[in-house]
């Protein structure tokens, strides 16, 4: 098949859709198909694809490109190719790996917590935050995305919970594929510097303050008042935590490493027996948990949203934002040596879920099936 993959935002930007996008497609042209990725991120890639990308085409191009493909699959919020598969009467895919057709900001979530995930309650609510103009603009937004989730596109929830957050016609789920062999692969066994590790932004709805808070628990007891955290990543919220933990007595005990790549990555989270994703908001998926596991790292995440369902009965989940939870998870996946050898065990068949071949075929069964019903119709 010739697959047109719209990524609104890729490589070299970095983040949970650039990854998708990129494993997709590098999937797809593995298993004999002809992809082209259309994104509006700009720059000069030195990182070599199986692919073509085209960045920010022209109106003429986009057209031109709609009209030499079998399908159009768009990965994540943007519609910027739903003109184009309109007038060509090529079929459109739309993975759904966020909540972008039920509230406004397609988190539930802003920088200052939660937010309704209904439309109406999410529009008035960003209304009143924003300002007459820029929250009807952003009404206007989410009452598009919702008439092309409902009547033009074949909506793929990137989970069984998005999915069960909106309610649309022609909707099935199918996971979306992450590098993960790289983890697997590149999973090595060096010193513990760390019992426990958190990779992912320092924004508020990652839960950081959660899991700091935590460790402050796990320090007043006596069992674990050694344990240390190391935490990988950055964000705005870096300096407030960075204050937390001083303030918390957790200075020599929580470690910031920043944001770390490739090897550096794989080796700060073998360092570590335990990984935690304390997200608060409702994480959609959860690729980073998906990542600890194929490391070969225990995992306790957020009992609400799709890390919990991806991680299934390989790992231990809290109630969102609750520090107390979590400490308590935390104490007993780094007291039970059985229960941690049990949980890595399972993992090895839950992995066998998200092996990226396996998923990219089912898109493209899901492709050709989209195809025939297509044709059929017209």
């Given at each position: 098949?010739?697959?047109?993959?719209?990524?609104?935002?890729?490589?070299?930007?970095?983040?949970?859709?650039?990854?998708?996008?990129?494993?997709?497609?590098?999937?797809?042209?593995?298993?004999?198909?002809?992809?082209?990725?259309?994104?509006?991120?700009p720059?000069?890639?030195?990182?070599?694809?199986?692919?073509?990308?085209?960045?920010?085409?022209?109106?003429?191009?986009?057209?031109?490109?709609?009209?030499?493909?079998?399908?159009?699959?768009?990965?994540?919020?943007?519609?910027?190719?739903?003109?184009?598969?309109?007038?060509?009467?090529?079929?459109?895919?739309?993975?759904?790996?966020?909540?972008?057709?039920?509230?406004?900001?397609?988190?539930?979530?802003?920088?200052?917590?939660?937010?309704?995930?209904?439309?109406?309650?999410?529009?008035?609510?960003?209304?009143k935050?924003?300002?007459?103009i820029?929250?009807?603009?952003?009404?206007?937004?989410?009452?598009?995305?919702?008439?092309?989730?409902?009547?033009?596109?074949?909506?793929?929830?990137?989970?069984?919970?998005?999915?069960s957050?909106?309610?649309?016609?022609?909707?099935?789920?199918?996971?979306?594929?992450?590098?993960?062999?790289?983890?697997?692969?590149?999973?090595?066994?060096?010193?513990?510097?760390?019992?426990?590790?958190?990779?992912?932004?320092?924004?508020?709805?990652?839960?950081?303050?959660?899991?700091?808070?935590?460790?402050?628990?796990?320090?007043?007891?006596?069992?674990?008042?050694g344990?240390?955290?190391?935490?990988?990543?950055?964000?705005?919220?870096?300096?407030?935590?960075?204050?937390?933990?001083?303030?918390?007595?957790?200075?020599?005990?929580?470690?910031?490493?920043?944001?770390?790549?490739?090897?550096d990555?794989?080796?700060?989270?073998?360092?570590?027996?335990?990984?935690?994703?304390?997200?608060?908001?409702?994480?959609?998926?959860?690729?980073?948990?998906?990542?600890?596991?194929?490391?070969?790292?225990?995992?306790?995440?957020?009992?609400?949203g799709?890390?919990?369902?991806?991680?299934?009965?390989?790992?231990?989940?809290?109630?969102?934002?609750?520090?107390?939870d979590?400490?308590?998870?935390?104490?007993?996946?780094?007291?039970?040596?059985?229960?941690?050898?049990?949980?890595?065990?399972?993992?090895?068949?839950?992995?066998?879920l998200?092996?990226?071949?396996?998923?990219?075929?089912?898109?493209?069964?899901?492709?050709?099936?989209?195809?025939k019903?297509?044709?059929?119709?017209?």
């Amino acid at each position: 098949m010739k697959i047109l993959l719209h990524s609104h935002t890729f490589h070299p930007a970095v983040g949970g859709v650039e990854t998708i996008s990129a494993t997709l497609a590098e999937q797809l042209c593995n298993l004999g198909h002809q992809v082209v990725v259309v994104t509006e991120t700009p720059g000069d890639s030195t990182r070599p694809f199986c692919f073509e990308v085209v960045r920010r085409p022209s109106i003429r191009e986009r057209w031109k490109l709609a009209r030499s493909v079998d399908i159009i699959h768009s990965n994540g919020a943007s519609l910027g190719m739903v003109p184009y598969a309109a007038m060509s009467g090529v079929p459109f895919a739309w993975t759904h790996n966020g909540y972008q057709v039920t509230c406004v900001d397609g988190l539930g979530w802003n920088e200052d917590g939660p937010t309704p995930m209904e439309p109406m309650a999410s529009f008035r609510h960003h209304l009143k935050r924003l300002g007459l103009i820029r929250g009807l603009v952003q009404g206007i937004k989410l009452g598009a995305r919702r008439l092309v989730a409902k009547h033009f596109a074949y909506n793929i929830a990137a989970t069984k919970w998005v999915a069960s957050r909106q309610c649309l016609p022609k909707q099935l789920v199918s996971y979306t594929p992450y590098p993960l062999d790289r983890f697997a692969q590149g999973a090595v066994k060096i010193e513990q510097r760390y019992d426990f590790v958190f990779v992912g932004r320092m924004v508020n709805e990652k839960g950081v303050e959660t899991l700091i808070r935590a460790m402050a628990i796990l320090h007043g007891g006596r069992e674990l008042c050694g344990a240390s955290l190391a935490l990988v990543g950055d964000g705005p919220l870096r300096p407030q935590l960075e204050d937390l933990a001083a303030s918390l007595g957790l200075k020599s005990a929580v470690h910031f490493l920043g944001l770390l790549q490739g090897e550096d990555l794989i080796r700060a989270i073998c360092s570590a027996s335990i990984g935690v994703v304390p997200s608060v908001y409702e994480e959609p998926m959860g690729g980073v948990a998906l990542e600890l596991l194929a490391s070969g790292r225990c995992v306790i995440v957020s009992e609400r949203g799709g890390m919990a369902e991806c991680v299934g009965d390989a790992g231990l989940c809290f109630k969102n934002g609750d520090p107390s939870d979590l400490a308590d998870k935390m104490w007993l996946l780094a007291t039970d040596g059985t229960l941690r050898n049990h949980l890595l065990e399972r993992a090895k068949s839950q992995m066998l879920l998200f092996h990226e071949t396996e998923l990219a075929k089912r898109y493209v069964s899901i492709y050709q099936d989209i195809a025939k019903v297509r044709k059929h119709l017209t």
